[in-house]
């Protein structure tokens, strides 16, 4: 009875600090009057219980009901984010290779592996697995914030634009100006950070017309 008490006490916990269907780090828990190895244990007894669902190691999250029996799923981009791109609500990574090229439209290509670039990085390049999912994980060449991410984000991509990029010409040359437009980037704010890249970022600029494109320079 005293374990059943304390399993409900930590569910009343989790539904009062957690939203549903979001990622739920044993790390993040903390609740008084209960130690870390009982914690644990308490949330496996939730998630045998059904209150709640694992993701995967230390990663939790509370469900809703769907017309599935099983309830709902957690994202993965969701787990990634909360893991890899946002510290404390802040802005600490972002979205890199392949994956980020889908996004824009530059490739056809469905990434088999989430690449991201987080100040959370311990090495230069690290993999590891999400929920199943291959990720690798790379040290930022300079601290990244709420005010740098999307610069660093599109240089990584000019850099890469040869290796990735389906589209070529005009079409590509559209593609970028527009992704600039609308993300507010321009090429005065990108040129303090040209200096962490290699030779090929400003071949890139240069073929792509991005570093003379006077109307968001």
């Not at 989790?14 to 009057?33: A, C, H, M, Q, R």
């Amino acid at each position: 009875m005293k374990e059943e008490r304390k399993m409900e006490a930590l569910y009343d916990y989790l539904l009062k600090n957690f939203e549903p269907n979001k990622p739920i780090f044993l790390s993040d828990v903390k609740t008084s009057g209960i130690n870390y190895a009982n914690i644990r244990k308490q949330m496996k007894n939730l998630v045998d219980s059904g209150k709640i669902k694992r993701f995967d190691s230390g990663i939790y999250f509370l469900t809703t009901k769907t017309i599935f029996k099983s309830g709902s799923e957690l994202s993965p981009d969701d787990v990634l984010e909360y893991k890899y791109l946002l510290s404390d609500n802040k802005r600490c990574g972002y979205i890199s290779g392949l994956m980020f090229f889908n996004q824009l439209g530059l490739s056809t290509q469905l990434p088999m592996v989430y690449e991201v670039v987080s100040n959370k990085a311990t090495k230069d390049r690290r993999e590891t697995t999400l929920g199943g999912s291959k990720v690798v994980v790379r040290r930022p060449k300079v601290t990244v914030n709420d005010g740098n991410y999307k610069i660093l984000q599109f240089l990584d991509l000019l850099r890469d634009i040869d290796m990735y990029s389906e589209v070529t010409g005009d079409s590509l040359k559209e593609k970028l100006y527009r992704y600039m437009d609308k993300s507010g980037l321009t090429v005065n704010e990108m040129k303090p950070y040209f200096s962490y890249y290699p030779d090929k970022l400003y071949k890139n600029l240069v073929e792509t017309g991005v570093i003379f494109n006077g109307i968001f320079a």
